[in-house]
């Protein structure tokens, strides 16, 4: 098998493949392949390939739902002035053009947002992000994608007469916010079925609340079209990593396919023109890998207000101007990135720590969170990245976890064992914030790598590669690869599927740097192509045991199809 052929070489990660019980029940008219790769992904019955709107669920069970809806339908027929306050990332930045979108169509006309600076003000619902509402007017004041642990700002902004609305999926803390509503399905008591909607996804169904509540009252008029938001929904969700469980996918599916057909807003398909991404045929991969990181890069290096602009724009050449000035903060970003990374070796702390703690002096506060990524799947060992944050002396820090450690538990410890060091956290499982004293780094350093040490099994150490096993030669041609394309979106908790299998590799070209092409011999097949991206050192030509995912080249109207290759080992 695999796993024993890959044991030979130390560098090569082991692949394990993915158990998919129950295939057999799904329609036969799926080719094998979907049919083992839904199984494999927990889809057993018809009804969860099923991604139309009819099959969203409804919004009954949503905590604070109708409050919400009630407050706003008054605010909208009183014109009274809503500000709309957002997060620095891309699903606050959907959300918030969402809201502001949905309301403007909704006869709102006093709508106003502000977003919190990154460097100076920090997450949430901070006192200054509220000054800064009041001083432009504000009456009500909605967060998206923000406020579930916001006690004192939301306390500071309704003590200045301010209706405060809380919509939010963040896990809720010991207390919550003393808002007029809240609206998260993460809150306790949420009677809601599906908890991993992003900000995005709970403004859209704030959004649509609202809709039916003017209907109720009696309002016509410009009416709005809840699925003109949901390129929005599509990429928000997406680029927030949230699970694509049933409701999310239909959320993206149908925002993809509207992206697709050319309805997207003019931000979001500038955004993919930038990044030289053909908006016919988007995929989730496209908005979480070519358009999120673009709108991200504002938030990181700059300020997100450009890239809620660019998502309100609805004009063409403006919006392309923004998405240009966009990509090139996007590749600054990524030099900034490439730096950092070039010197995290150095930034180690503890250089043989199972819990790794990086500094370095000279990091950028915005990009800590994507090299604890890149350190993280290169090691196989949860992370956390420290950059100095403005305020002297303190340091902000970004931690990614494996699976098998929830970071956000053992921050929690940290802090119960030694009170005091670390100034603030927040997160979940897999991701987490915190802020601390340089003084107290050491201190960390050591701490969270004996939590870690002590929670980890060897075997949740091991990285693992999970692969759907492998495609006969009949299987490896364009077909399978327009299936498996069709068959998504692919994303978190529904990983794109990956094959691995024996191939021959008969020829290799090193292109750009770092990548190599490859032309593969396998028995019964013609030849296929095969790029493996920065994988100059592995390169060998010979038998190869190779995990891919079969894609389809686009190129002048042509289509292929190609292997892109996750791991590649000797076969023997
Ligand atoms: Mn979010």
């Given at each position: 098998v695999a796993g024993d052929r890959d044991s030979e070489t130390d560098s090569a990660p082991r692949i394990r493949r993915r158990e998919h019980h129950g295939?057999?029940?799904?329609?036969?008219?799926?080719a094998p392949v979907l049919r083992r790769v839904y199984a494999a992904r927990?889809?057993?019955?018809a009804a969860s390939l099923d991604l139309s709107l009819a099959r969203l669920l409804p919004p009954e069970g949503m905590l604070g739902l109708d409050a919400a809806a009630g407050l706003l339908a008054d605010a909208v027929q009183q014109q009274a002035a809503i500000c709309i306050a957002g997060d620095y990332d891309a699903d606050g930045a959907t959300s918030t053009a969402l809201m502001l979108r949905a309301l403007r169509r909704l006869g709102a006309q006093r709508l106003d947002h502000v977003v919190p600076d990154r460097f100076n003000m920090g997450y949430g619902l901070s006192r200054p992000l509220v000054d800064l509402a009041v001083s432009r007017g504000a009456q009500v004041l909605v967060t998206v994608?923000?406020?579930?642990?916001s006690v004192d700002g939301v306390a500071y902004a309704r003590a200045q007469g301010l209706i405060v609305i809380i919509t939010d999926h963040h896990l809720a803390g010991p207390e919550l916010p003393a808002a007029d509503a809240i609206v998260n399905?993460?809150?306790?008591?949420?009677?809601?079925?599906?908890?991993?909607?992003?900000g995005v996804g709970v403004a859209f169904y704030v959004m649509a609340a609202l809709r039916s509540e003017l209907r109720r009252r009696g309002q016509t008029g410009d009416e709005l079209r809840m699925a003109d938001l949901l390129d929005l929904v599509a990429l928000g969700t997406v680029a927030d990593v949230v699970k694509l469980d049933h409701n999310n996918r239909i959320l993206v599916a149908q925002g993809l396919a509207r992206i697709r057909a050319g309805r997207a807003c003019a931000g979001i398909r500038a955004l993919l023109t930038a990044g030289g991404r053909d908006p016919a045929h988007t995929t989730s991969m496209d908005l979480g890998f070519v358009v999120g990181p673009r709108l991200n890069a504002a938030g990181r290096l700059e300020d997100m207000g450009q890239g809620v602009a660019c998502l309100l724009c609805d004009e063409e050449e403006q919006a392309l101007g923004m998405a240009r000035a966009l990509d090139a903060l996007n590749r600054a970003r990524r030099d900034i990135e490439g730096d950092m990374l070039s010197g995290a070796d150095d930034a180690c702390l503890l250089p043989d720590a199972v819990g790794v703690t990086l500094f370095d002096p000279a990091w950028h506060e915005g990009v800590v969170g994507l090299v604890a990524s890149r350190v993280k799947e290169a090691r196989h060992r949860p992370v956390i990245a420290f950059a100095p944050a403005q305020q002297e002396g303190l340091l902000k820090g970004s931690a990614r976890s494996i699976s098998g450690l929830h970071v956000r538990d053992v921050l929690a410890l940290v802090d119960a064992r030694h009170?005091?060091?670390?100034e603030r956290f927040g997160g979940h499982a897999m991701a987490a914030g915190l802020s601390l004293q340089r003084e107290h780094l050491a201190t960390f350093a050591a701490a969270f790598d004996g939590i870690c040490r002590d929670s980890l099994s060897a075997d949740a150490l091991d990285a693992v590669l999970d692969s759907d096993g492998e495609l006969a030669a009949g299987e490896l041609g364009l077909d399978t690869a327009l299936a498996l394309e069709q068959a998504g979106p692919w994303?978190?908790?529904?990983p794109e599927p990956a094959f691995d299998g024996r191939f021959e590799a008969v020829d290799t070209r090193v292109v750009g740097e770092r990548h190599v092409r490859y032309e593969l011999h396998v028995p019964g097949a013609p030849r296929l192509q095969a790029i493996d991206f920065g994988g100059v050192e592995r390169m060998r030509t010979g038998p190869v045991h190779l995990l891919y995912q079969l894609d389809i080249n686009r190129w002048r109207g042509n289509m292929s199809p190609q292997l892109r290759i996750r791991s590649l080992a000797p076969a023997t």
């Open positions: 295939a057999e029940a799904l329609p036969p008219s799926l927990g889809v057993l019955d994608d923000s406020g579930i642990a399905p993460n809150q306790p008591g949420d009677g809601f079925p599906s908890k991993h909607l992003a009170p005091g060091l670390i994303g978190q908790g529904f």
